[in-house]
């Protein structure tokens, strides 16, 4: 599914006591469409009497669709406009200073179907879309780097690797979890390019291949593993 960005922009209509009742619902609403990959950004402004939602939809009908599912909304807490909203730039970070390498965070795919391979690094590996700049083109990313993916006409049977690629990988934090992803593959019926293995360095990984015949590692590796958030590995 291609999906767009949307902002709701509120105002509140209600008393405070109201808005504290509903609002544990209206969290807990949101967290869902996060869960889905929904990119949630949801607050307030700082002088207070409204705030704004910026969400993921695949048109503006889904996203009407959504918003009046909002408990905010359901029980006449606000008004609000609802606007799809074009990111035409993003912030960039700072420029690492000369002789240092700023490390190996971002990998660009081609792909036959974008859809398809959205769904497999969001729902196997818990990436979440960073920006959407057109419906060729998706940036993916668990926080501390960036995949995109980039989709052309055809570029090869998807039995047959592109060779110029050996393999992408994702590092874990332990063990345990190159098996729980391992088990999250199957259910996703990827196909396993090497079963999981542990080697004699002490890393543990399995490799499997993504829809476009890409070989995906997934890692555990001492040296690295330790840097790896909670976030990154948790699902």
């Known amino acids: 599914m291609i999906r767009k960005r949307f902002v709701k922009i509120e105002r509140g209509v209600a008393s405070k006591e109201r808005f504290d009742r509903v ?7 949101t967290e869902e469409l ?36 909002d408990p905010f ?46 769904a497999f690094y969001v729902d196997g590996f818990g990436m979440r879309v960073e920006w959407r700049p057109d419906e060729d083109n998706v940036y993916l990313t668990s926080g501390r780097d960036n995949l995109a993916l980039h989709r052309l006409e055809r570029i090869r049977d998807p039995q047959e690797p592109d060779l110029s690629l050996d393999h992408i990988g994702f590092v874990v934090r332990c063990p345990e979890d190159v098996d729980a992803f391992a088990d999250r593959m199957k259910a996703l019926k990827a196909p396993f390019r090497h079963s999981i293995k542990t080697h004699r360095d002490g890393a543990r990984s ?10 995906v590692q997934i890692i555990y590796h001492p040296p690295l593993s330790g840097s790896v958030p909670p976030a990154a590995a948790e699902e």
């Open 73 to 118: 909304v359901v029980e006449g807490c606000v008004e609000f406009e609802l606007k799809e909203w074009c990111v035409v730039s993003e912030p960039r970070g700072p420029i690492p200073s000369p002789g240092r390498h700023p490390g190996f965070h971002h990998v660009a795919l081609r792909v036959v179907d974008l859809a398809r391979s959205e």
């Open 206 to 215: 399995c490799y499997v291949g993504d829809p476009d015949g890409n070989t």
């Open 34 to 69: 996060d869960r889905q990959g929904r990119n949630v950004f949801d607050g307030y402004w700082s002088e207070r009497g409204g705030g704004m939602m910026i969400f993921d939809a695949a048109s503006m009908d889904e996203a009407r669709d959504l918003i009046a599912k």
């Open 23 to 29: 609002l544990p619902d209206h969290l807990r609403w």
